[in-house]
């Protein structure tokens, strides 16, 4: 274990780098393939902190994306500055998240999860509701883009994921992650020690709120429209959640993994044309069945064999 | 001086259930209080109102002074109240010391990185409870004993002026309780207020200043160990008065078949040993009752029966054997255990839920057997149509039999009928089964800690402590031979 432990940082060095020259080996094809699956990195990254640490399912990851998108999209039509946007988009999911979060997780059981399944719905509803504005079922189109070529717009996903995955990362690790998860395992005896147990749950929230709709904002200036379908659809949750379990609960390193796997086996098979769905579910649902732990939890593993 | 604990007049209702009843106590510093009772008594809900994690109706919880009572935990906590819960879930992929470490870290999001002097203090806390060998290594990979150490580790780490200790000898030897009676005494030269909670004197006799015993939510009686030992109330509580017995021939009885055979079954709860190499043997039309104090295995024993928990060992039924053979099947063979938790379908009414009990049978016998139920429970009838959650606890208690009735078993096992009631309900509760025992052929195995209760029905007594037989025979004999041990 303990070599493992000492070669861990170099590797992960290693990989990086590679990743950064990934762009000059490979088809433009691949890199934009790469550049949505590390947004989706992030998505699935913020929503194991609060299932992995705090212990709370979130159905509804795509509530707090949407919020994040939709909140940029319509600054940047009325002609506010990027950055400016995306940072007012992700406020705007911390806001819509606390608001949901706060009287939601005084309820116990499997309630939580519903509210937040709920709320997916409503967003999406308000969406259609208000199509003048939003755009409705068609979506809008921003003016802006973070860039017009590929390479860029690789790198600066490739540098956001790794930014938010440090953070989430080191916060997991920190004092305060170790609360949580004691939170998220006993609330009872974690109150005993005289945690509020309350106060970290919102704030893991909160946390997974700013990166979700971080994300989903930068998202919009990738692709440069924003919809129902690509930023608010239930199917797009439930990816998410497949991403962070398949890659191993409770690592964030792991939902990071499980995303780029996810992502990528549904384009390179997408030769095998409507299996090509069907196969990659096949596989999360194995991963999932026999290995709980996911992909993180087989390399655990192995490594403490070797 | 003003004692460092003061409960004044705590009221607990869960429901139409008082749990806890105008119940008064008080702890100084640098003395252990002994908090005893049965199953059910209410004194891990007394427990838990002081802790704030159950909320008292009415009544004051005085802190150095300080009214807490209905207060969040993690304030009292802060205010200086320490639990050592029984069961640990200590967090499984951190270390020991990085657990102490938890109880160390203030209560703030943004500390990112924690002070060097809690390492320091985590690892003097592991030395001083004995974990210095284990401090690096896994909670999953630590004998049952080191885990509860663990837990006194993580209390002592918040230096909590008053202390609340759950059942600490609960599934430890008795080298261990020495070990442990050790730290807790610590806690009183140290100065802090100590309750101790548990289910009999004995157990914590040698360690504690007082003992104050409850039953049915309410104090029965308040002095030194010797006292409450000696105290009429308690003795009626746990050896019940004079008991009448009506065991039936022991050789008529022999002579029967055997129809269930438990041959050398253990059980393991994680670490903790709940059953080691019980035997005992039912015959076709006996009442046997398995006798022991809560904690002691009687539950973990009938779910072993049932198939509801692996078991090393052999369980006969019938002849044939049980293993392999899946909860529903054992059921449908017709072995029906009525839970202590009942288990009842709260919104369903009374009859709904002996319906669902009848499922299984021709609708013809069906109906004949609820009449038969309704004639031994006039009760019933009754409150036919009421939902099952507004019954009251004794009437909750006869609904679950009657089910479990319904289902037409062959051996029924009842697991602590008596748990919470009053002792006007256990009246009724024994004449019914009196009667069942007298009209019809069943098969009973009751588990109870409650000796009244258990012995007068019985034809064969089993004692169990800590996961063990410690005696069998005739009920006749108990209270000469294994009563002095029960208190």
């Known amino acids: ?306 | 001086m003003s004692p460092l604990l003061d409960v004044q007049r705590v009221t607990k209702r869960f429901g139409g259930l008082v749990a806890v009843k105008e119940l008064s106590f008080h702890v100084e510093a640098g003395e252990i209080l002994g908090l005893i009772g049965p199953n059910g008594s209410g004194k891990s809900t007394a427990m838990k109102l002081i802790m704030g994690i159950e909320r008292p109706n009415s009544g004051r919880v005085l802190l150095g002074g300080q009214d807490v009572a209905g207060q969040a935990t993690h304030r009292i906590a802060r205010q200086g109240v320490g639990i050592v819960f029984q069961h640990s879930r200590p967090l499984h992929r951190q270390t020991v010391l990085e657990n102490i470490k938890l109880a160390l870290l203030p209560d703030s999001l943004l500390r990112l990185a924690a002070d060097k002097s809690v390492n320091d203090r985590a690892c003097a806390i592991a030395e001083s409870v004995g974990l210095g060998a284990v401090m690096h290594r896994r909670p999953n990979t630590l004998p049952f004993a080191d885990l509860r150490r663990l837990e006194l580790a993580k209390a002592i780490a918040r230096d909590p002026k008053v202390v609340l200790v759950d059942e600490p000898f609960a599934g430890l030897t008795a080298a261990e309780v020495g070990i442990f009676s050790g730290l807790i005494d610590g806690f009183r030269r140290e100065g802090r207020a100590v309750l101790l909670v548990d289910h009999n004197v004995k157990g914590v006799a040698a360690l504690v200043d007082r003992v104050l015993a409850m039953y049915l939510g309410e104090r029965i009686a308040e002095g030194s160990a010797e006292e409450v030992m000696r105290d009429p109330t308690v003795r009626a509580v746990y050896l019940g008065g004079s008991i009448e017995t009506h065991a039936r021939d022991a050789a008529v009885i022999d002579a029967t078949p055997v129809l269930l055979e438990v041959a050398d079954v253990s059980v393991l709860y994680g670490k903790a040993q709940a059953l080691e190499r019980v035997s005992l043997r039912v015959h076709e039309g006996e009442f046997v009752s398995v006798v022991g104090l809560n904690g002691a295995g009687k539950t973990t024993l009938f779910n072993a029966i049932s198939g509801l928990v692996r078991y090393d060992g052999r369980i006969e039924w019938a002849g044939g054997s049980l293993a392999g053979r899946s909860p529903a099947a054992i059921a449908r063979g017709g072995i029906v255990q009525c839970a202590e938790t009942r288990e009842l379908f709260g919104d369903m009414s009374v009859r709904e839920n002996l319906d669902l009990g009848g499922q299984h049978q021709p609708p013809a016998e069906s109906r004949d057997r609820l009449a038969w139920l309704f004639e031994l429970f006039p009760i019933l009838k009754e409150r036919a149509r009421q939902a099952a959650r507004t019954l009251s606890g004794g009437e909750q208690q006869m609904l679950a039999i009657a089910r479990a009735l319904m289902m037409n078993p062959r051996l029924l096992i009842l697991d602590e009928p008596t748990l919470g009631l009053a002792p006007v309900i256990l009246e009724q509760l024994s004449k019914a089964l009196e009667r069942l025992r007298r009209t019809t052929a069943i098969t009973v195995l009751l588990g109870e800690q409650n000796v009244t209760f258990a012995l007068p029905h019985a034809d064969r007594v089993y004692v169990l402590e800590h996961a063990r037989i410690v005696w069998q025979g005739d009920p006749a004999l108990f209270a000469k031979e294994a009563g002095a041990g029960y208190l």
Not at chain 1, 152 to 162: G, Q, R
Not at chain 1, 294 to 304: D, H, K, T, V
């Open chain 1, 1 to 306: 274990m303990a070599a493992v432990r000492r070669w861990r940082p170099w590797a992960l060095v290693v990989l990086l780098v590679l990743l950064a020259v990934l762009p000059w080996g490979v088809s433009a094809y691949i890199v934009g393939v790469l550049t949505v699956a590390y947004y989706f990195a992030v998505y699935a990254m913020s929503w194991d902190l609060l299932f992995g640490f705090a212990g709370e399912v979130n159905f509804g990851p795509t509530f707090l994306i949407g919020l994040g998108a939709y909140a940029a999209s319509l600054l940047d039509i009325h002609r506010w500055p990027v950055p400016l946007c995306v940072l007012v988009g992700a406020a705007a999911a911390v806001v819509g998240g606390a608001a949901l979060a706060v009287p939601a997780l005084r309820l116990r059981g499997p309630y939580f999860g519903l509210v937040t399944l709920v709320a997916v719905l409503v967003l999406q509803q308000v969406i259609v509701i208000f199509a003048g504005i939003t755009g409705g079922e068609i979506g809008l189109s921003v003016p802006d883009v973070l860039a017009v070529d590929a390479n860029p717009n690789y790198w600066y996903a490739l540098a956001f994921m790794v930014a938010s995955g440090g953070i989430l990362v080191t916060l997991s690790r920190s004092p305060v992650g170790l609360i949580l998860q004691a939170s998220g395992q006993d609330a009872t005896e974690t109150a005993a020690l005289g945690f509020n147990v309350a106060k970290h749950k919102v704030a893991a929230f909160c946390v997974s709120a700013f990166f979700s709709g971080l994300s989903g904002a930068m998202v919009v200036f990738y692709e440069g429209t924003v919809s129902v379908g690509s930023v608010i659809d239930l199917a797009l949750g439930v990816q998410v959640i497949i991403a962070a379990v398949l890659g191993g609960r409770r690592t964030i390193y792991g939902a990071a993994l499980g995303a780029i796997f996810l992502i990528l086996a549904n384009e390179l098979l997408r030769p095998l044309g409507q299996l090509n769905t069907f196969v990659v579910a096949a596989v999360a649902l194995i991963v999932i069945l026999f290995f709980p732990n996911g992909f993180m939890g087989i390399l655990g593993r192995a490594g403490e064999r070797s």
